[in-house]
T-cell receptor
Framework: DMKVTQMPRYLIKRMGENVLLECGQD?????MYWYRQDPGLGLQLIYISYDVDSNSEGDIPKGYRVSRKKREHFSLILDSAKTNQTSVYFC?????????????FGHGTKLSVL | KTQVEQSPQSLVVRQGENCVLQCNYSVTPDNHLRWFKQDTGKGLVSLTV?????DKTSNGRYSATLDKDAKHSTLHITATLLDDTATYIC?????????????FGAGTQLIVIP
């Protein structure tokens, strides 16, 4: 069963608290992504990981960091969360070849920073 | 600057009617274009991917076209069902590998009413 799983689904944090969003996939995909989705905007890439300990900044990395110690697991960390980081966060994974529909998204984590 | 523009922003149709969603983009290079369906509170599910200079795909009641010269794509939904209510997102990839970037539109919100 090909799946990307995100935990938790919903999270409420206070400004200044640390936040850990977790993502797992069961397809042995090398590449994984973290995006955020805000109303009226397209998904924005935060970080991309090409494999274990091979991570690159996306378009909006400021305020975020990531960890990939196992191929099937990719974490997004917010150190000292800010209110403007309230958003829906999506994790995705894909094999190296993008020429087909093998791009899978998780269900998202809705984060509210108060 | 938004590189992928979708129209209309929202659309209401009656069950059984057909509808057409538009996607215009300025991404260069434009290796491929995908259409995703996003149910409320859920992740993105790929509907189809278009690759050729002038491409057409069909997936059940969904059909799509791509004209890379015009940098324009359409998604046609035939005989809409209530379950088609969702946000449809156009995504342009600038490379055919994970090294490329995906450029997301903000989506068209489709509501199908009885």
């Amino acid at each position: 069963d090909m799946k990307v799983t995100q935990m938790p689904r919903y999270l409420i944090k206070r400004m200044g608290e640390n936040v850990l969003l977790e993502c797992g996939q069961d397809m042995s995909h090398e590449t994984m992504y973290w995006y955020r989705q805000d109303p009226g905007l397209g998904l924005q890439l935060i970080y991309i990981s090409y494999d274990v300990d091979s991570n690159s900044e996306g378009d909006i990395p400021k305020g975020y960091r990531v960890s990939r110690k196992k191929r099937e697991h990719f974490s997004l960390i917010l150190d000292s969360a800010k209110t403007n980081q309230t958003s829906v966060y999506f994790c995705a994974s894909s094999p190296p070849d993008r020429g087909d529909e093998r791009l899978f998204f998780g269900h998202g984590t809705k984060l509210s920073v108060l | 600057k938004t590189q992928v523009e979708q129209s209309p922003q929202s659309l209401v149709v009656r069950q059984g009617e057909n509808c057409v969603l538009q996607c215009n983009y300025s991404v260069t290079p434009d290796n491929h274009l995908r259409w995703f369906k996003q149910d409320t509170g859920k992740g993105l599910v790929s509907l189809t991917v278009l690759v050729d200079q002038k491409d057409k795909t069909s997936n059940g009641r969904y059909s799509a076209t791509l004209d890379k010269d015009a940098k324009h794509s359409t998604l046609h939904i035939t005989a809409t069902l209530l379950d088609d209510t969702a946000t449809y997102i156009c995504v342009v990839g600038d490379r055919g590998s994970a090294l490329g970037r995906l450029h997301f539109g903000a989506g068209t919100q489709l509501i199908v009413i009885p």
